[in-house]
């Protein structure tokens, strides 16, 4: 059974940093690509960041780059997103999702998601 578990979340300040986790079970992120989703309430869910599975490319959505760095432990199972200079537009549920690749942002291309966690950017 393939599990993704989201932690890390909660209230941060602008400008501040945060980082998310993303634990796997039943896959392992040598072998499927991880990506970062985020929906803020009355939005369409985004892309945030992917990280291949073998060679590790990363990618990330414009509004990100530069701030968020994702990461992964193969070791652990567990793929990480440092999350630096946010701004209250980053509050959103973040998802982590599985699919073979990174090969798309549409959603409907990752088959297993985790549950989602609160990031609230705010002073």
């Known amino acids: 059974q393939v599990q993704l578990v989201e932690s890390g979340g909660g209230l941060v300040r602008p400008g501040g940093s945060l980082t998310l986790s993303c634990e796997t079970s039943?896959?392992?992120?040598?072998?499927?690509?991880i990506g970062w989703f985020r929906q803020a309430p009355g939005k369409e869910r985004e892309g945030v960041s992917c990280i291949e599975p073998r060679d590790g490319n990363k990618y990330y959505k414009a509004f990100v780059k530069g701030r968020f760095t994702i990461s992964k432990d193969n070791a652990k199972n567990t793929v990480h997103l440092q999350m630096n200079s946010v701004q209250p537009e980053d509050t959103a549920v973040y998802y982590c999702a599985s699919a073979d690749d990174c090969g798309s942002w549409s959603p409907v291309y990752y088959d297993h998601w985790g549950q989602g966690i609160q990031v609230t950017v705010s002073s």
């Open positions: 039943g896959i392992t992120s040598d072998y499927y690509g």
